[in-house]
Structures are given as C-alpha cells and as structure tokens.
C-alpha cells in the first residue's frame, strides 16, 4: 500500500506565502503526480500536475502563483504557494499515480 502525506498547511494572510510537502512511501522517480484541493461543499478541483517527464502544468486558477516541484531522491513533491488569495483557502491533497491520494493538509487564507 502507497502511503501518501501532505504537510506544510496552515494559516496565512492574504498576499503571503506557504509551501506544502507532499511524502510518497515509494520511488516516484517518472511517475506522474498532482495537486488537488477541496473546499467544503464543491468537488476536488486538480490545480498542478508533476508529469513524470520532469516538466508542471498548472490549472488556470494558480498559473503564475503556485510552483510544483519534484525531488525524486526523496520521493517527495512539493507546492510553493505565492500571493495566496482567500478564495485559495481549502484542503490540499496530494495524488500518486492517479491512484493514491493523501489525507489532506488544510490552508486557511485569512486575515
């Protein structure tokens, strides 16, 4: 069983940053990976994907703010978060393979 975990969450300010981490029990080394985020009420909205290629594509809604980055070494990913809007506050999930999803770290965009 592919363990997933997302951390980094919490809260921050309008206009701040924050950087979630996303941990994957085994080798993601060319295995395609994304980001994903809920807020109550509305479906999971994909926001990022780190193809396996090497290469982020991004969901209109965060191109330009949000940066996926990979490090397949530590089979981790990350979500670099910039200029955070309170319509950006919601649970992000992180997604292996398609497949596998963690449980979700929260990012509250308040001031």
């Known amino acids: 069983q592919v363990q997933v975990t997302e951390s980094g969450g919490g809260l921050v300010q309008p206009g701040g940053s924050l950087t979630l981490s996303c941990a994957v029990s085994?080798?993601?080394?060319?295995?395609?990976l994304a980001w994903y985020r809920q807020t109550p009420g509305k479906h999971r909205e994909w926001i990022a994907g780190l193809r396996g290629a090497g290469y982020s594509i991004y969901a209109d809604s965060v191109k330009g703010r949000f940066t996926a980055s990979r490090d397949n070494a530590k089979n981790t990913v990350c979500l670099q978060m910039t200029a955070l809007e309170p319509e950006d506050t919601a649970a992000y999930y992180c997604r292996f393979s398609g497949r596998d999803w963690g449980q979700g770290t929260q990012v509250t965009v308040s001031s």
């Open positions: 085994v080798n993601i080394s060319g295995v395609d």
